[in-house]
């Protein structure tokens, strides 16, 4: 006898887990698909998250290309002591807080960022701080060859200040004034003459240039499917010749199946290569720290 027909709620299913649930029993979970990532040139991912889901704070403590500074938050810090970051895992292996670095934004099919109490519980104690399951693109099966590129290029440059900066004389008179460093030992007409007139803010800093190439390919069977792609980024900061960051990606997701479809595998290589050159202030604690004081 057919099962009478009864009215269905939404059904949510879960990226992180097997089991299915209606819509109003999930309040902590948030997925960002693909479109999201694409087209930004971050380099890292978690860039793109900024803003994209409730309750996820995102801060970089530094703008050197490729630097690991940065804060992810879920839901407010936890402790006073231990750590506030997050659990990442992706494609199921979990993973540490330095590798989404060599990740591809490209190769990315969703994230979902996990908060309650529920879901971290999957992952043990290691989620207390909220999780961030990555899922990478795949094949599908039945699907012909194709290939896809993605490319861009771009220029950043220092801000502009609306400060009323000094010359080389004023500077110098106030020296005089104050009875400290070179104007001190100058007289009037010395500091008027003072032909040295640097422009610093062009010394230090000039434009950063930023590229991005990745070329891609799916194809799938009717019992196998594959996914494979390689990329290129390269990123130059706005201090001219200290700040860099490069990197080369490569990844093949392999899914397959029987014919009844009661035996599947998968097989995935995943390989990166990043090289990066920074400032001393990055990991300088002391005095060298202070950005006014010392630029460099």
């Known amino acids: 006898k057919a099962a009478k027909e009864t009215k269905i709620e939404e059904v949510v299913v879960l990226g992180y887990s097997k089991v299915s649930t209606k819509a109003k029993d999930v309040t902590a979970s948030t997925t960002v698909t693909a479109e999201k990532f694409e087209n930004r040139p971050t380099t890292s991912f978690l860039n793109s998250l900024q803003g994209e889901a409730p ?3 995102i801060n970089s403590t530094s703008g050197q290309p490729g630097s690991g500074k940065i804060d992810v938050i879920i839901r407010g810090v936890g402790s006073l002591s231990a750590g506030s970051e997050p659990l990442y895992v992706i494609d199921g292996i979990i ?3 330095t590798q989404y670095r060599n990740l591809n934004d490209s190769d990315i099919e969703s994230a979902s960022i996990l908060k309650d109490a529920a879901a971290t519980s999957i992952y043990g104690n290691r989620a207390a701080n909220g999780v961030i399951v990555i899922n990478t693109k795949r094949g599908k099966y039945n699907s012909p060859m194709r290939f896809s590129y993605n490319g861009f290029t771009g220029v950043s440059f220092l801000p502009k200040t609306d400060y009323n900066m000094s010359n080389t004389q004023q500077a110098l008179t106030l020296e005089k004034r104050a009875g400290a460093g070179l104007g001190a030992t100058l007289t009037d007409a010395q500091i008027n003459s003072y032909a040295v007139n640097t422009d610093w803010r062009k010394v230090f800093f000039n434009a950063g240039f930023t590229q991005k190439h990745d070329v891609a ?13 390689l990329g290129y980024f390269d990123q130059t900061g706005i201090v001219s010749n200290v700040s860099d960051f490069k990197r080369f990606t490569f990844r093949n997701n392999l899914n397959g199946k029987s014919d009844n479809g009661k035996f599947t595998y998968g097989a995935q ?11 001393d202030e990055e990991t ?12 460099l």
């Not at 390919?217 to 792609?229: A, F, I, K, P």
């Not at 290589?269 to 400032?279: C, E, G, I, M």
């Open 217 to 229: 390919m799916t194809v799938g069977g009717q019992n196998v499917n594959l996914y494979s792609s």
């Open 55 to 57: 309750g996820l704070t």
């Open 95 to 97: 993973s540490n807080a």
């Open 269 to 279: 290589v995943a390989l990166s290569f990043s090289k990066r050159h920074q400032l």
């Open 284 to 295: 300088n604690a002391n005095i060298s720290n202070n950005s006014i004081q010392n630029p």
